[in-house]
Protein backbone atom coordinates (compact mmCIF):
# COMPACT_ATOMS: atom_id res chain seq x y z
CA UNK A 1 0.00 0.00 0.00
CA UNK A 2 1.24 3.54 -0.84
CA UNK A 3 2.72 5.05 2.26
CA UNK A 4 -0.43 7.62 4.17
CA UNK A 5 -0.03 11.19 3.16
CA UNK A 6 -2.97 12.84 4.11
CA UNK A 7 -6.40 13.85 2.29
CA UNK A 8 -6.43 17.40 1.90
CA UNK A 9 -8.66 18.17 -1.18
CA UNK A 10 -9.43 21.36 -0.49
CA UNK A 11 -5.46 22.15 0.95
CA UNK A 12 -6.54 23.07 4.48
CA UNK A 13 -2.87 22.46 5.61
CA UNK A 14 -2.09 26.17 4.31
CA UNK A 15 -4.40 27.54 6.67
CA UNK A 16 -2.54 25.97 9.53
CA UNK A 17 0.33 27.60 11.78
CA UNK A 18 3.96 26.51 12.06
CA UNK A 19 3.40 24.73 15.43
CA UNK A 20 0.01 22.89 13.84
CA UNK A 21 2.02 21.33 11.10
CA UNK A 22 4.33 20.24 12.90
CA UNK A 23 2.11 18.09 15.85
CA UNK A 24 0.32 16.56 13.12
CA UNK A 25 3.21 15.13 11.51
CA UNK A 26 5.01 14.07 14.62
CA UNK A 27 1.69 12.57 15.40
CA UNK A 28 1.02 10.89 11.91
CA UNK A 29 4.32 9.35 12.04
CA UNK A 30 4.42 8.09 15.43
CA UNK A 31 1.11 6.43 14.84
CA UNK A 32 2.52 5.14 11.74
CA UNK A 33 5.60 3.54 13.73
CA UNK A 34 4.22 2.53 16.97
CA UNK A 35 0.19 2.11 16.63
CA UNK A 36 -0.17 0.59 13.41
CA UNK A 37 2.24 -2.54 13.78
CA UNK A 38 0.75 -3.49 17.04
CA UNK A 39 -2.68 -2.29 17.33
CA UNK A 40 -4.71 -5.72 15.46
CA UNK A 41 -2.77 -7.89 18.08
CA UNK A 42 -3.82 -5.70 21.15
CA UNK A 43 -7.43 -5.20 19.25
CA UNK A 44 -7.68 -9.07 18.80
CA UNK A 45 -6.28 -9.22 22.51
CA UNK A 46 -9.18 -6.78 24.13
CA UNK A 47 -5.75 -5.12 25.77
CA UNK A 48 -4.53 -1.85 25.65
CA UNK A 49 -0.67 -1.12 24.33
CA UNK A 50 0.23 0.54 27.74
CA UNK A 51 3.69 0.64 26.79
CA UNK A 52 3.12 3.46 24.48
CA UNK A 53 1.80 5.74 27.31
CA UNK A 54 5.36 7.86 28.47
CA UNK A 55 5.97 8.21 24.67
CA UNK A 56 2.51 10.09 24.08
CA UNK A 57 3.23 11.71 27.84
CA UNK A 58 6.85 12.54 26.37
CA UNK A 59 5.23 14.09 22.87
CA UNK A 60 3.22 16.27 25.62
CA UNK A 61 -0.03 15.26 24.11
CA UNK A 62 -2.19 14.65 26.96
CA UNK A 63 -3.96 18.39 27.78
CA UNK A 64 -2.10 19.37 25.21
CA UNK A 65 -4.89 22.32 24.84
CA UNK A 66 -4.71 23.18 28.53
CA UNK A 67 -2.29 25.61 30.07
CA UNK A 68 0.33 25.71 32.76
CA UNK A 69 0.98 22.88 34.72
CA UNK A 70 3.03 21.32 32.53
CA UNK A 71 0.41 20.80 29.51
CA UNK A 72 1.60 22.35 26.10
CA UNK A 73 -0.81 25.14 25.21
CA UNK A 74 -1.33 23.94 22.10
CA UNK A 75 -4.22 25.57 19.78
CA UNK A 76 -7.62 23.99 19.59
CA UNK A 77 -6.82 22.76 15.74
CA UNK A 78 -3.39 20.81 16.77
CA UNK A 79 -5.62 19.31 19.47
CA UNK A 80 -7.64 18.30 16.92
CA UNK A 81 -5.44 17.59 14.62
CA UNK A 82 -3.56 15.00 17.48
CA UNK A 83 -7.04 13.24 17.94
CA UNK A 84 -7.06 12.66 13.94
CA UNK A 85 -4.10 11.81 13.71
CA UNK A 86 -4.51 9.34 16.61
CA UNK A 87 -7.58 7.77 15.33
CA UNK A 88 -6.21 7.13 12.37
CA UNK A 89 -4.66 4.36 14.17
CA UNK A 90 -7.20 3.39 16.54
CA UNK A 91 -10.12 5.06 18.45
CA UNK A 92 -8.70 3.45 21.66
CA UNK A 93 -5.42 6.03 21.17
CA UNK A 94 -8.21 9.17 20.83
CA UNK A 95 -9.98 7.64 23.54
CA UNK A 96 -7.61 7.45 26.06
CA UNK A 97 -5.98 10.92 25.26
CA UNK A 98 -9.60 12.34 25.56
CA UNK A 99 -10.38 11.22 28.79
CA UNK A 100 -6.91 11.93 29.89
CA UNK A 101 -6.96 15.44 28.99
CA UNK A 102 -10.19 16.62 28.29
CA UNK A 103 -12.28 14.29 30.84
CA UNK A 104 -10.25 14.08 33.91
CA UNK A 105 -7.18 16.73 33.42
CA UNK A 106 -9.98 19.47 32.21
CA UNK A 107 -12.18 19.30 35.28
CA UNK A 108 -9.16 19.55 37.76
CA UNK A 109 -7.61 22.93 35.45
CA UNK A 110 -11.43 24.22 35.29
CA UNK A 111 -12.85 23.69 38.39
CA UNK A 112 -9.82 22.69 40.84
CA UNK A 113 -8.30 23.84 43.60
CA UNK A 114 -4.44 25.74 43.09
CA UNK A 115 -2.98 22.84 45.56
CA UNK A 116 -5.46 20.25 43.15
CA UNK A 117 -3.80 21.54 40.40
CA UNK A 118 -0.33 21.41 41.49
CA UNK A 119 -0.99 17.70 42.79
CA UNK A 120 -2.27 16.00 39.78
CA UNK A 121 -1.93 17.81 36.30
CA UNK A 122 2.11 17.91 35.73
CA UNK A 123 2.13 14.18 36.75
CA UNK A 124 -1.47 13.94 34.63
CA UNK A 125 0.45 15.58 31.67
CA UNK A 126 3.33 13.85 31.50
CA UNK A 127 1.75 10.16 31.60
CA UNK A 128 2.86 9.24 34.94
CA UNK A 129 -0.82 9.40 36.33
CA UNK A 130 -3.66 8.18 34.81
CA UNK A 131 -7.31 9.76 34.91
CA UNK A 132 -10.78 8.30 34.33
CA UNK A 133 -13.99 10.42 34.11
CA UNK A 134 -16.89 8.29 35.97
CA UNK A 135 -20.52 10.10 34.87
CA UNK A 136 -22.45 7.47 33.56
CA UNK A 137 -24.09 4.65 35.62
CA UNK A 138 -25.92 1.81 34.67
CA UNK A 139 -29.36 2.82 34.76
CA UNK A 140 -28.51 6.59 33.84
CA UNK A 141 -27.01 7.09 30.40
CA UNK A 142 -28.31 10.06 28.18
CA UNK A 143 -29.83 11.33 31.53
CA UNK A 144 -26.76 11.86 33.57
CA UNK A 145 -28.84 14.34 35.71
CA UNK A 146 -30.56 11.78 37.19
CA UNK A 147 -27.52 9.91 38.91
CA UNK A 148 -27.99 8.15 41.69
CA UNK A 149 -24.64 7.86 42.99
CA UNK A 150 -24.52 9.80 46.15
CA UNK A 151 -21.95 11.80 48.29
CA UNK A 152 -22.78 12.65 51.76
CA UNK A 153 -20.49 14.83 54.38
CA UNK A 154 -18.76 12.76 57.14
CA UNK A 155 -16.22 13.98 59.55
CA UNK A 156 -13.55 16.21 57.60
CA UNK A 157 -14.40 14.45 54.26
CA UNK A 158 -16.94 12.53 52.12
CA UNK A 159 -18.58 9.24 52.07
CA UNK A 160 -19.20 8.39 48.23
CA UNK A 161 -21.86 4.98 47.47
CA UNK A 162 -23.00 4.32 44.05
CA UNK A 163 -22.15 3.01 40.73
CA UNK A 164 -20.74 4.36 37.42
CA UNK A 165 -20.31 1.88 34.19
CA UNK A 166 -18.70 2.07 31.08
CA UNK A 167 -15.63 3.76 32.11
CA UNK A 168 -12.77 4.27 29.99
CA UNK A 169 -9.85 3.28 31.51
CA UNK A 170 -11.33 3.29 35.01
CA UNK A 171 -9.34 -0.25 36.11
CA UNK A 172 -5.91 1.00 35.12
CA UNK A 173 -6.92 4.78 36.61
CA UNK A 174 -4.50 6.59 38.84
CA UNK A 175 -7.44 8.32 39.83
CA UNK A 176 -11.20 9.19 39.25
CA UNK A 177 -13.29 12.29 39.18
CA UNK A 178 -16.35 10.93 40.28
CA UNK A 179 -19.73 13.25 39.74
CA UNK A 180 -22.33 12.50 42.49
CA UNK A 181 -25.15 14.00 44.56
CA UNK A 182 -24.02 16.05 47.63
CA UNK A 183 -27.40 17.41 49.08
CA UNK A 184 -29.18 16.61 46.09
CA UNK A 185 -26.35 18.85 43.75
CA UNK A 186 -24.05 17.00 41.35
CA UNK A 187 -20.39 17.78 42.82
CA UNK A 188 -17.15 16.37 41.08
CA UNK A 189 -14.60 14.35 43.36
CA UNK A 190 -11.30 13.21 42.90
CA UNK A 191 -11.16 9.23 43.87
CA UNK A 192 -8.47 7.52 44.03
CA UNK A 193 -6.79 4.13 43.28
CA UNK A 194 -6.88 2.34 46.98
CA UNK A 195 -9.24 4.57 48.12
CA UNK A 196 -11.11 2.38 50.81
CA UNK A 197 -14.71 0.89 49.81
CA UNK A 198 -13.47 2.12 45.51
CA UNK A 199 -12.60 -0.40 42.88
CA UNK A 200 -12.95 -0.87 38.85
CA UNK A 201 -13.68 -4.25 37.26
CA UNK A 202 -13.16 -4.48 34.02
CA UNK A 203 -15.89 -5.07 31.89
CA UNK A 204 -15.36 -7.53 28.85
CA UNK A 205 -17.18 -8.88 25.75
CA UNK A 206 -17.14 -6.04 23.81
CA UNK A 207 -17.02 -6.37 20.02
CA UNK A 208 -15.73 -2.71 19.59
CA UNK A 209 -12.90 -0.81 20.94
CA UNK A 210 -11.59 -3.55 22.30
CA UNK A 211 -7.89 -2.47 22.37
CA UNK A 212 -9.49 0.11 25.23
CA UNK A 213 -10.51 -0.69 28.23
CA UNK A 214 -13.33 -0.42 29.79
CA UNK A 215 -14.40 -0.72 33.30
CA UNK A 216 -17.33 -0.28 35.99
CA UNK A 217 -16.43 1.67 39.21
CA UNK A 218 -17.76 0.40 42.61
CA UNK A 219 -17.79 3.17 45.38
CA UNK A 220 -19.24 1.14 49.20
CA UNK A 221 -18.87 3.20 51.78
CA UNK A 222 -15.44 4.99 49.94
CA UNK A 223 -14.18 7.20 52.41
CA UNK A 224 -12.50 10.50 50.62
CA UNK A 225 -10.65 13.29 52.65
CA UNK A 226 -12.08 16.75 52.04
CA UNK A 227 -9.52 18.09 49.85
CA UNK A 228 -10.67 16.12 47.16
CA UNK A 229 -14.33 17.67 45.88
CA UNK A 230 -13.74 20.01 42.97
CA UNK A 231 -14.48 23.12 44.46
CA UNK A 232 -15.22 25.56 41.90
CA UNK A 233 -18.63 23.86 39.87
CA UNK A 234 -21.75 22.63 40.97
CA UNK A 235 -24.74 21.54 39.24
CA UNK A 236 -25.09 19.38 35.83
CA UNK A 237 -23.14 21.94 33.78
CA UNK A 238 -19.89 20.91 35.55
CA UNK A 239 -19.81 17.08 33.62
CA UNK A 240 -21.43 18.70 30.96
CA UNK A 241 -18.47 21.35 30.09
CA UNK A 242 -15.83 18.48 30.12
CA UNK A 243 -18.22 16.75 27.52
CA UNK A 244 -17.92 19.71 25.20
CA UNK A 245 -14.00 19.56 25.67
CA UNK A 246 -13.85 15.66 24.76
CA UNK A 247 -16.81 15.83 22.05
CA UNK A 248 -14.86 18.47 20.23
CA UNK A 249 -11.86 16.21 19.98
CA UNK A 250 -14.41 13.53 18.69
CA UNK A 251 -15.18 16.19 15.50
CA UNK A 252 -11.55 15.57 14.72
CA UNK A 253 -10.81 11.98 15.75
CA UNK A 254 -13.59 10.87 13.51
CA UNK A 255 -12.00 11.85 10.72
CA UNK A 256 -8.55 9.87 11.20
CA UNK A 257 -10.82 6.89 11.19
CA UNK A 258 -12.34 7.49 8.26
CA UNK A 259 -9.54 8.83 6.39
CA UNK A 260 -7.95 5.89 7.55
CA UNK A 261 -10.72 3.53 5.47
CA UNK A 262 -10.63 6.04 2.37
CA UNK A 263 -6.91 5.60 2.01
CA UNK A 264 -7.31 1.61 2.28
CA UNK A 265 -10.22 1.88 -0.21
CA UNK A 266 -8.67 3.95 -2.85
CA UNK A 267 -5.36 1.73 -2.98
CA UNK A 268 -7.30 -1.64 -2.97
CA UNK A 269 -9.86 -0.10 -5.74
CA UNK A 270 -6.67 0.46 -7.67
CA UNK A 271 -5.03 -2.61 -7.12
CA UNK A 272 -8.21 -5.11 -6.68
CA UNK A 273 -8.71 -7.11 -10.59
CA UNK A 274 -12.03 -8.12 -11.49
CA UNK A 275 -13.63 -8.38 -14.59
CA UNK A 276 -9.94 -8.13 -15.42
CA UNK A 277 -10.07 -4.37 -14.77
CA UNK A 278 -9.07 -2.72 -11.29
CA UNK A 279 -12.20 -2.48 -9.52
CA UNK A 280 -11.65 1.20 -9.09
CA UNK A 281 -12.39 1.55 -13.08
CA UNK A 282 -16.03 0.88 -12.62
CA UNK A 283 -18.15 4.18 -12.02
CA UNK A 284 -20.10 2.50 -9.08
CA UNK A 285 -16.93 2.20 -7.21
CA UNK A 286 -15.80 5.77 -8.16
CA UNK A 287 -18.59 7.44 -7.14
CA UNK A 288 -18.39 5.22 -3.55
CA UNK A 289 -14.71 7.03 -3.42
CA UNK A 290 -16.48 10.70 -4.65
CA UNK A 291 -18.76 10.30 -1.91
CA UNK A 292 -15.82 9.55 0.70
CA UNK A 293 -13.94 12.10 -0.20
CA UNK A 294 -16.90 14.77 -0.48
CA UNK A 295 -17.78 14.24 3.34
CA UNK A 296 -14.21 13.80 4.24
CA UNK A 297 -13.34 17.31 3.16
CA UNK A 298 -16.64 18.91 4.31
CA UNK A 299 -16.02 17.35 8.01
CA UNK A 300 -12.85 18.96 7.87
CA UNK A 301 -13.80 22.08 6.84
CA UNK A 302 -16.32 21.82 9.76
CA UNK A 303 -13.67 20.55 12.49
CA UNK A 304 -11.04 23.42 11.43
CA UNK A 305 -13.50 26.07 11.84
CA UNK A 306 -15.12 24.81 14.56
CA UNK A 307 -11.81 25.00 15.95
CA UNK A 308 -10.43 28.22 15.15
CA UNK A 309 -13.76 29.04 17.29
CA UNK A 310 -13.12 27.50 19.93
CA UNK A 311 -9.50 28.93 20.15
CA UNK A 312 -11.93 32.52 19.79
CA UNK A 313 -14.04 31.25 22.79
CA UNK A 314 -16.49 31.22 20.10
CA UNK A 315 -17.92 27.57 19.67
CA UNK A 316 -20.81 26.88 21.63
CA UNK A 317 -21.84 23.18 23.30
CA UNK A 318 -24.17 23.20 20.24
CA UNK A 319 -21.71 24.09 17.71
CA UNK A 320 -19.64 21.10 18.95
CA UNK A 321 -22.33 18.76 19.21
CA UNK A 322 -23.36 18.82 15.48
CA UNK A 323 -19.51 18.54 14.54
CA UNK A 324 -19.70 15.40 16.46
CA UNK A 325 -22.90 14.19 15.16
CA UNK A 326 -21.96 14.58 11.53
CA UNK A 327 -18.21 13.85 11.40
CA UNK A 328 -19.08 10.27 13.88
CA UNK A 329 -21.97 9.68 11.38
CA UNK A 330 -20.32 10.03 8.35
CA UNK A 331 -17.26 7.96 9.38
CA UNK A 332 -19.16 4.87 10.35
CA UNK A 333 -20.73 5.50 6.87
CA UNK A 334 -17.22 5.91 5.45
CA UNK A 335 -16.25 2.60 7.13
CA UNK A 336 -19.41 0.75 5.71
CA UNK A 337 -18.82 1.63 2.27
CA UNK A 338 -15.02 1.01 2.66
CA UNK A 339 -15.91 -2.66 3.93
CA UNK A 340 -17.97 -3.10 0.77
CA UNK A 341 -15.35 -1.62 -1.98
CA UNK A 342 -12.65 -4.47 0.10
CA UNK A 343 -14.85 -7.36 -0.26
CA UNK A 344 -14.61 -10.25 1.68
CA UNK A 345 -11.04 -9.20 2.79
CA UNK A 346 -12.91 -5.85 4.14
CA UNK A 347 -13.45 -8.71 7.11
CA UNK A 348 -9.66 -9.46 7.74
CA UNK A 349 -7.69 -7.77 10.19
CA UNK A 350 -4.81 -7.18 7.20
CA UNK A 351 -6.86 -4.07 6.90
CA UNK A 352 -7.85 -1.71 9.52
CA UNK A 353 -11.80 -1.24 8.59
CA UNK A 354 -13.73 -3.93 10.40
CA UNK A 355 -12.10 -2.29 13.54
CA UNK A 356 -12.98 1.34 12.76
CA UNK A 357 -16.10 0.19 12.15
CA UNK A 358 -16.97 -1.45 15.26
CA UNK A 359 -14.92 1.17 16.80
CA UNK A 360 -17.20 3.74 15.44
CA UNK A 361 -20.29 2.50 16.61
CA UNK A 362 -19.17 3.03 19.93
CA UNK A 363 -18.01 6.25 19.28
CA UNK A 364 -21.26 7.02 18.18
CA UNK A 365 -23.03 5.86 21.25
CA UNK A 366 -20.53 7.70 23.62
CA UNK A 367 -19.98 11.55 24.73
CA UNK A 368 -24.18 11.73 23.78
CA UNK A 369 -25.53 9.22 21.47
CA UNK A 370 -26.29 10.13 18.04
CA UNK A 371 -30.03 11.36 18.56
CA UNK A 372 -29.02 13.52 21.89
CA UNK A 373 -26.79 15.86 20.22
CA UNK A 374 -29.90 16.07 17.45
CA UNK A 375 -32.17 16.90 20.39
CA UNK A 376 -29.44 19.33 21.79
CA UNK A 377 -29.42 21.02 18.19
CA UNK A 378 -33.78 20.45 18.22
CA UNK A 379 -33.70 22.46 21.42
CA UNK A 380 -31.31 25.31 19.98
CA UNK A 381 -33.29 25.68 16.93
CA UNK A 382 -36.72 25.40 18.61
CA UNK A 383 -36.45 26.82 22.05
CA UNK A 384 -38.41 23.54 23.39
CA UNK A 385 -36.53 20.87 24.97
CA UNK A 386 -37.85 16.77 23.90
CA UNK A 387 -35.56 15.39 25.80
CA UNK A 388 -38.67 14.47 28.22
P1 LIG B 1 -29.65 21.01 30.75
O1 LIG B 1 -30.76 21.59 31.58
O2 LIG B 1 -29.71 21.13 29.27
O3 LIG B 1 -28.26 21.59 31.26
C1 LIG B 1 -27.90 21.63 32.62
C2 LIG B 1 -26.86 22.74 32.79
O4 LIG B 1 -25.70 22.43 32.01
C3 LIG B 1 -25.47 23.45 31.00
N1 LIG B 1 -25.05 22.73 29.80
C4 LIG B 1 -23.80 22.70 29.33
N2 LIG B 1 -22.68 23.29 29.76
C5 LIG B 1 -21.55 23.05 29.07
N3 LIG B 1 -21.50 22.22 28.00
C6 LIG B 1 -22.59 21.58 27.57
N4 LIG B 1 -22.51 20.74 26.53
C7 LIG B 1 -23.81 21.81 28.23
N5 LIG B 1 -25.07 21.37 28.06
C8 LIG B 1 -25.82 21.94 29.02
C9 LIG B 1 -26.80 24.15 30.85
O5 LIG B 1 -26.63 25.47 30.40
C10 LIG B 1 -27.33 24.10 32.28
O6 LIG B 1 -26.62 25.09 33.03
P2 LIG B 1 -27.32 25.84 34.28
O7 LIG B 1 -26.33 26.87 34.67
O8 LIG B 1 -28.60 26.40 33.72
O9 LIG B 1 -27.54 24.79 35.32
O10 LIG B 1 -29.53 19.49 31.19
P3 LIG B 1 -30.49 18.23 30.91
O11 LIG B 1 -30.63 17.49 32.20
O12 LIG B 1 -31.72 18.67 30.18
O13 LIG B 1 -29.58 17.30 29.98
C11 LIG B 1 -29.27 17.65 28.72
C12 LIG B 1 -28.65 16.46 27.94
C13 LIG B 1 -29.60 15.31 27.76
C14 LIG B 1 -28.29 17.02 26.58
C15 LIG B 1 -27.39 15.99 28.67
O14 LIG B 1 -27.69 15.36 29.84
C16 LIG B 1 -26.49 15.13 27.81
O15 LIG B 1 -25.63 15.65 27.10
N6 LIG B 1 -26.63 13.76 27.87
C17 LIG B 1 -25.70 12.88 27.22
C18 LIG B 1 -24.80 12.24 28.26
C19 LIG B 1 -23.41 12.02 27.77
O16 LIG B 1 -22.98 12.57 26.76
N7 LIG B 1 -22.64 11.23 28.51
C20 LIG B 1 -21.27 11.03 28.20
C21 LIG B 1 -20.57 10.33 29.34
S1 LIG B 1 -18.80 10.42 29.26
C22 LIG B 1 -18.38 9.49 27.95
O17 LIG B 1 -19.14 9.00 27.18
C23 LIG B 1 -16.93 9.36 27.76
S2 LIG B 1 -16.47 8.40 26.43
C24 LIG B 1 -14.88 8.81 26.46
C25 LIG B 1 -13.99 8.14 25.50
O18 LIG B 1 -13.64 6.95 25.71
O19 LIG B 1 -13.54 8.87 24.54
P1 LIG C 1 -29.29 5.03 26.66
O1 LIG C 1 -29.29 6.37 27.30
O2 LIG C 1 -30.00 3.92 27.35
O3 LIG C 1 -29.85 5.16 25.18
C1 LIG C 1 -30.30 4.03 24.41
C2 LIG C 1 -30.98 4.55 23.14
O4 LIG C 1 -32.10 5.38 23.51
C3 LIG C 1 -30.05 5.43 22.28
O5 LIG C 1 -30.33 5.20 20.93
C4 LIG C 1 -30.48 6.84 22.66
O6 LIG C 1 -30.22 7.79 21.61
C5 LIG C 1 -31.97 6.65 22.88
N1 LIG C 1 -32.51 7.69 23.77
C6 LIG C 1 -32.23 7.89 25.09
N2 LIG C 1 -32.92 8.94 25.56
C7 LIG C 1 -33.65 9.42 24.51
C8 LIG C 1 -34.56 10.51 24.35
N3 LIG C 1 -34.83 11.35 25.35
N4 LIG C 1 -35.13 10.69 23.13
C9 LIG C 1 -34.82 9.88 22.09
N5 LIG C 1 -33.97 8.83 22.18
C10 LIG C 1 -33.39 8.62 23.37
N6 LIG C 1 -19.39 7.11 30.24
C11 LIG C 1 -18.65 7.77 31.18
O7 LIG C 1 -19.20 8.41 32.09
N7 LIG C 1 -17.29 7.73 31.15
C12 LIG C 1 -16.61 7.05 30.20
O8 LIG C 1 -15.36 7.07 30.19
C13 LIG C 1 -17.35 6.34 29.21
N8 LIG C 1 -16.70 5.58 28.29
C14 LIG C 1 -17.44 4.78 27.45
C15 LIG C 1 -16.77 3.87 26.62
C16 LIG C 1 -17.50 3.03 25.79
C17 LIG C 1 -16.79 2.02 24.95
C18 LIG C 1 -18.90 3.13 25.73
C19 LIG C 1 -19.69 2.26 24.79
C20 LIG C 1 -19.56 4.01 26.55
C21 LIG C 1 -18.84 4.84 27.43
N9 LIG C 1 -19.47 5.70 28.33
C22 LIG C 1 -18.76 6.40 29.27
C23 LIG C 1 -20.94 5.70 28.42
C24 LIG C 1 -21.63 6.49 27.33
O9 LIG C 1 -21.48 7.86 27.52
C25 LIG C 1 -23.11 6.09 27.34
O10 LIG C 1 -23.17 4.78 26.82
C26 LIG C 1 -23.96 7.03 26.50
O11 LIG C 1 -24.06 8.29 27.12
C27 LIG C 1 -25.38 6.47 26.24
O12 LIG C 1 -25.95 5.97 27.40
P2 LIG C 1 -26.60 4.48 27.40
O13 LIG C 1 -25.60 3.55 26.84
O14 LIG C 1 -27.11 4.25 28.77
O15 LIG C 1 -27.79 4.57 26.37
Known amino acids: MAPYTGVDFYNLEQHLTEEERIAR ?30 QIGKMGLFGCNLEGYGCAGFSNVAYGLVCQELERGDSALRSFVSVQGSLSMYPIHAFGSEDQKKK ?78 FSAPEMKGKHSLRASITSELV ?43 YHSSVEYAKSRIMFDKPIGSFQLVQNKLAWMLREITKGQLLAYHLGRAKDKGEASPEMVSLGKMNNVDVALRIARMARDIHGANGILNEYPIMRHMANLESVSTYEGT ?6 ILGKWITGIQAFE
Open 120 to 197: YLPDMAAGKLIGCFGLTEPDHGSDPGRMETKAAADGDGYVLNGAKMWITNGTIADLAIVWAKLDGKIRGFIVEKGDDG
Open 219 to 261: LQDCHIPGDRILPNVSGLKGPLSCLTQARYGIVWGALGAATGC
Open 370 to 375: HDIHNL
Open 25 to 54: DTVRDWTEENVLPVIEEHYMAGTFPMGLVP
